[in-house]
């Protein structure tokens, strides 16, 4: 799943008219980085969320993209704007397409550049061996973010850890893998399909599975971007 529900508030002017995912980045829409690299790892089937501007985004993509091997990828849409009226945020908008989504799935920010993250799938097969429910990978601290978010364990698990802990806490990239029971645990806040459209944020699912030590981690130190500002976008697409 591609996340591209957000209204991109702190990159105004750029998008009043254009959603976040579709700004270019070195040539090409910003989510495509993505959806390009997740199609090199063999991944055939892709969910993309909209809300805000949300009808540009399959006008330009499409329901099929066809990789230069000759390998096509799906597309299907979770319509967040269209059924509620708004972005359902992170975990509300997975919950609401987990019936399209396998019992274990890829998860990324339309609004992150990593050009490059592979998707590497011994990644996958070691998640889908293991008990984790969730495994993200964690980045060092941009400017932007100089707390983190979770802290890593030696032996792989994401720890809960408050602000100002002794223990070193990292950014959360937003690429992750989960399966589908992280989200219908029993004290899920809704149903699988998020039939009342409710936004649900994800740290806080996150932070109480880490407190069952359910979510593993790895650090990544490959370029990543979050293309918060279009200072950064500027960054990005500078000679």
Do not use: C
């Not at 996150?206 to 500002?229: C, E, I, N």
Request: no cysteine; glycine share 10%.
């Amino acid at each position: 799943m591609v996340l591209a529900a957000g209204r991109g508030e702190r990159m105004r002017p750029l998008t009043d008219h254009t959603p976040k995912p579709l700004l270019s980045v070195r040539g090409q829409a910003l989510m495509r980085w993505h959806l390009q690299a997740l199609a090199k790892a063999g991944v055939s089937r892709v969910v993309i969320n909209t809300a805000w501007l949300g009808e540009q985004i399959p006008q330009a993509l499409g329901e099929t993209l066809h990789g230069p091997d000759g390998s096509e990828q799906q597309l299907r849409y979770s319509h967040e704007g269209q059924d509620f009226g708004h972005a359902l945020e992170t975990a509300g908008g997975i919950l609401r397409a987990l019936p399209l989504l396998d019992e274990v799935f890829w998860v990324a920010a339309g609004d992150v550049f990593a050009p490059d993250f592979d998707f590497p799938a011994q990644a996958l097969a070691r998640f889908k061996a293991s008990t984790r429910l969730a495994h993200l990978w964690l980045v060092p601290n941009p400017e932007h973010n100089p707390a983190g978010d979770f802290g890593l364990s030696q032996d792989g698990l994401a720890l809960n850890l408050p602000k100002g802990h002794a223990e070193r806490r990292y950014t959360f990239s937003t690429l992750a893998l989960y399966r589908r029971e992280f989200f219908t645990q029993p004290d899920a806040p809704t149903p699988m399909g998020n039939p009342q459209g409710l936004a649900v944020p994800l740290a806080p699912m996150l932070r109480a599975a880490m407190d069952r030590g359910a979510v593993s981690a790895t650090l990544y130190t490959g370029a990543w971007t979050d293309v918060g500002t279009p200072q950064r976008l500027a960054q990005l697409n500078a000679p």
